[in-house]
């Protein structure tokens, strides 16, 4: 029933490797986001999409890529994962006013 | 640049107290602002928002009194629960439906009871 789910919910990763992480929404928005949430910091927005095809940069996407593949689905890419890439991460949906988060990624890359 | 900040960055009362949390922003263009509450492993759940028209906006024992010239608005929790231990966020858009709803957070305030 939830409206925002992402897989896998733990990782753990090996600096320069390659990294997927899935999100999936049923709740038909057309806007799609991803942030990392660290101590300190809170949430920073990675990057975002209005729709299918479309990717945005965020406030911090050095990095890391996005796809949307579909109105459902947004991934982020981590290409060459590195330890400072060790977070938590959030995906979350909405169109006008507040957004919606899925559970969340806990990411470690050794 | 923070453009949205919060304070205190922890904060702990007594079981059935009224908690105050604050939050200020510098960004004129914001008129949205969106409390999210957030237990731990979980992800952040929307709690109570308000716009920008408005001074003050209640949900049960959450309340909202925000200040436009000040740029600053609070959150209240009358009569502090247990369940209510989370880290609260405040976050800040532009009006819905102007075409983004790009959130920008706080760095949120730990909120527990004493026990």
């Known amino acids: 029933e939830a409206a925002v789910t992402q897989s896998p919910r733990n990782k753990v990763a090996v600096t320069g490797g390659k990294v997927t992480l899935s999100c999936n929404q049923t709740n038909n928005h057309n806007n799609m986001y991803w942030y990392r949430q660290d101590t300190g910091h809170g949430l920073r927005l990675i990057h975002y999409?209005?729709?299918?095809?479309?990717?945005e940069k965020g406030d911090i996407p050095d990095g890391y890529k996005a796809s949307r593949p579909s109105q459902e689905n947004f991934s982020l890419i981590l290409e060459l994962a590195t330890p400072s890439q060790t977070s938590v991460y959030f995906c979350?949906?909405?169109?006008?006013?507040?957004?919606?988060f899925g559970p969340g990624t806990r990411l470690t890359v050794l | 640049q923070q453009q949205v900040r919060q304070s205190p960055q922890s904060l702990t009362v007594w079981e059935g107290e009224t908690a105050i949390l604050n939050c200020s922003y510098e960004?004129?263009?914001?008129?949205?602002f969106p409390w999210y509450q957030q237990f731990p492993g979980e992800g952040p759940a929307l709690l109570i928002s308000i716009l920008s028209v408005s001074n003050k906006k209640e949900d049960g024992r959450f309340t909202i009194f925000f200040n436009k010239r000040e740029k600053k608005l609070s959150l209240h929790i009358a009569d502090s629960q247990p369940g209510d231990s989370a880290t609260y966020f405040c976050?800040?858009?532009?009006?819905?439906?102007?075409?983004?709803?790009?959130?920008?957070f706080g760095k949120g305030t730990k909120f527990s009871l004493i026990p």
């Open positions: 999409s209005y729709g299918a095809g479309s990717t």
């Open positions: 960004n004129s263009a914001f008129d949205y």
């Open positions: 976050a800040a858009s532009a009006l819905p439906g102007t075409g983004s709803n790009r959130l920008t």
């Open positions: 979350a949906s909405g169109d006008e006013g507040p957004q919606f």
